[in-house]
Nanobody, 124 residues
Framework: VQLVESGGGLVQPGGSLKLSCAASGFAFSSYAMSWYRQAPGKERQLVAVISSAAGSTNYADSVKGRFTISRDNAKNTVALQMNSLTAEDTAVYYC??????????????????WGQGTQVTVSS
């Protein structure tokens, strides 16, 4: 199982970024996918979840209405569109796979070890 996150960077408050996660080594279209983030000195936080067929999504309250998770099962990728970014969104962002949507929403351990993630820094 391999998950490679990309798309992070430095953005001003109010700006947007789109993260991408490329997956390989497992039956991507059969797994729910999630995005997590970890800010310095804080625990890793579940940000968004999407079901295997993209019929269901779930978001942390802190990002609802600003972030959108999507997936392309033909390309084995999952994306996170982030709008109206604030300094509180600064973190390393990670993706992971889960055997079911409910397990993902519950924050159960994903199928992959955490990778390097992609750094998002929101600052003026």
């Amino acid at each position: 199982v391999q998950l490679v996150e990309s798309g992070g960077g430095l953005v001003q408050p109010g700006g947007s970024l789109k993260l991408s996660c490329a997956a390989s080594g497992f039956a991507f279209s059969s797994y729910a996918m999630s995005w997590y983030r970890q800010a310095p000195g804080k625990e890793r936080q579940l940000v968004a979840v999407i079901s295997s067929a993209a019929g269901s999504t779930n978001y942390a309250d802190s990002v609802k209405g600003r972030f959108t998770i999507s997936r392309d099962n033909a390309k084995n990728t999952v994306a996170l569109q982030m709008n109206s970014l604030t300094a509180e969104d600064t973190a390393v962002y990670y993706c992971n796979g889960h055997r079911s949507f409910s397990m993902a929403v519950a924050g159960r351990t994903g199928i992959a070890s955490w990778g390097q993630g992609t750094q998002v820094t929101v600052s003026s």
